[in-house]
C-alpha cells in the first residue's frame, strides 16, 4: 500500500494568513493526489485533484501543486470558513490511501 | 444535482454482517465514468477507503476488509450496497457511499460524498 503522510498534524493561524500544508507519498503517484476538507460533523468535501485543479465551486484562494511524492495545499489568505480538517489521498492505485489530516483553527 | 444517501441499521452485534445501501439521486450508477464506493472513519479518526465497484461488475476492495467486504450495485434501482461480515467493535464507525470519477484517468477522485451514517457495533 503507498503511506501518506502530512505535515504539520495541526496548525493554528489568524483570518488572512497564508497557509501551506504538506502531504508526502511512500512512493511516486505522479500527479494522483487529491486534496479535502471535512468540517466536524460534516462529510469530507472535495477541493483538489490531479494535484493541482480546483473542485468546480472551490474559492480560488486554495491552489495546490506537486507532483511525484511531495506536494502541496495552499489557502492564500485564510477565511473563517476554512477553519477544517484537511486530507491528502492518492488515486495511483489501490487501496486508495488516505494522510493522516491536518487540522487547522484558530 | 448528484446525491447519496445512506441508509441502513446504526447499530449492528458483533460478529453479525453490516449491511448499507445508498440511493442516488441526479445521477445513474450506470455511468460510464465514475465508480461507486464506501469510505468509512471512526468517531474523531481519519478516513480509510473500502472500496468500490464499476456498474459493470468490476470490484476494488481494501485488502485488509477483502474477505469480508462485497460491494454491489442495482441498476434497475438505482442504488448500491455494502456488506461487512464479521464485525467487531474496530468496526464502529461513520460510513460514507461515494462516486468516484474513473475517467478521465488523470481526474480520478471522490467527487461526491454521502452525508455518512454512524453504524456501531455493540451487543
Known amino acids: 500500500d503507498i503511506q501518506m503522510t502530512q505535515s504539520p498534524s495541526s496548525l493554528s493561524a489568524s483570518v488572512g494568513d497564508r497557509v501551506t500544508i504538506t502531504c508526502r507519498a511512500s512512493?511516486?503517484?505522479?500527479?494522483?493526489l487529491n486534496w479535502y476538507q471535512q468540517k466536524p460533523g460534516k462529510a469530507p468535501k472535495p477541493l483538489i485533484y490531479a494535484a493541482s485543479s480546483l473542485q468546480s465551486g472551490v474559492p480560488s484562494r486554495f491552489s495546490g501543486s506537486g507532483s511525484g511524492t511531495e506536494f502541496t495545499l495552499t489557502i492564500s489568505s485564510l477565511q473563517p470558513e476554512d477553519f477544517a480538517t484537511y486530507y491528502c489521498?492518492?488515486?495511483?492505485?489501490?487501496?486508495?490511501?488516505f494522510g493522516p489530516g491536518t487540522k487547522v483553527d484558530i | 444535482q448528484l446525491q447519496l444517501q445512506e441508509s441502513g441499521p446504526g447499530l449492528v452485534k458483533p460478529s453479525e454482517t453490516l449491511s448499507l445501501t445508498c440511493t442516488v439521486s441526479?445521477?445513474?450508477?450506470?455511468?460510464?465514468?465514475?465508480?461507486w464506493g464506501w469510505i468509512r472513519q471512526p468517531p474523531g479518526k481519519g478516513l480509510e477507503w473500502i472500496g468500490f465497484?464499476?456498474?459493470?461488475?468490476?470490484?476494488y476492495y481494501n485488502w485488509s476488509l477483502k474477505r469480508r467486504v462485497t460491494i454491489s450495485v442495482d441498476t434497475s434501482k438505482n442504488h448500491f450496497s455494502l456488506d461487512l461480515s464479521s464485525v467487531t467493535a474496530a468496526d464502529t464507525a461513520f460510513y460514507y457511499c461515494?462516486?468516484?470519477?474513473?475517467?478521465?484517468?488523470?481526474?480520478?477522485?471522490?467527487?461526491?460524498w454521502g452525508q455518512g451514517i454512524l453504524v456501531t457495533v455493540s451487543s
Open positions: 461515494t462516486r468516484h470519477v474513473f475517467l478521465p484517468m488523470e481526474a480520478r477522485h471522490v467527487d461526491s
Open positions: 489521498q492518492q488515486s495511483y492505485n489501490t487501496p486508495r490511501t
Open positions: 465497484m464499476y456498474y459493470s461488475g468490476s470490484t
Open positions: 512512493q511516486s503517484i505522479s500527479t494522483y
Open positions: 441526479g445521477g445513474s450508477v450506470s455511468s460510464n465514468d465514475h465508480y
